[in-house]
């Protein structure tokens, strides 16, 4: 708990300094934000091993959520610099550099891995987010998606060989919200 609490004082601190989350949210950080991350854990099964891919990680929600309060390792993709900056002072700070790998780029230009589980919140549009990050799928990897309240409507408009592979499930932190879920590879 500790450990939270450290990340959520760093990351109203760089707040100040950086749009890293809305600053109406602030005052509800864990709710909005903690808890909004931690609750993806529910998702997969208790012995799942990672790696967690977390795409456009931005301030590192969820994955330095996870990796603060799993063992599981986590590969935080963020392409904007200062951005990173502030995921490796966390990284740094909270002695998380034996589980926590941070690429400062484009999910283009990262080499492809296998990865156990793929989460990405606001990332990109949903058929855009699954053609990128395909290649780090394989049949066991698990998809935590957190879409808002277009969860159902993203999930229709997918093509079908794509769509019978997730369900939405509800979130903990808003009834509004879905989170769509599901396991396996995503080929082109």
């Not at 080499?111 to 855009?128: D, H, M, W």
């Amino acid at each position: 708990m500790e450990r939270l609490e450290r990340y959520v004082a760093m990351l109203k601190a760089e707040s100040e300094q950086q749009n890293l989350i809305a600053r109406s949210t602030l005052e509800t950080v864990w709710a909005r934000h903690i808890v909004d991350s931690a609750q993806l854990l529910q998702h997969i099964p208790d012995d799942h091993r990672g790696p967690w891919l977390d795409l456009g990680s931005g301030p590192g929600l969820p994955g330095l959520v996870v990796a603060i309060c799993t063992d599981m390792p986590a590969i935080l993709v963020e392409s904007r610099r200062k951005r990173v900056e502030f995921l490796q002072q966390v990284v740094d700070a909270l002695d998380l550099a034996n589980s926590v790998t941070i690429f400062g780029g484009r999910l283009e230009a990262m080499e492809s891995c296998e990865t156990g589980v793929i989460t990405a919140r606001a990332f990109a549009p949903l058929p855009k987010l699954l053609t990128l990050a395909g290649r780090f799928s394989t049949e066991n990897t698990f998809w935590i998606l957190p879409k808002g309240k277009n969860a159902v409507h993203e999930l229709d408009a997918l093509p079908r060989k794509w769509q019978k592979l997730f369900h939405v499930k509800h979130s903990l932190t808003d009834p509004d919200a879905g989170i769509l879920c599901g396991q396996g590879k995503i080929s082109a």
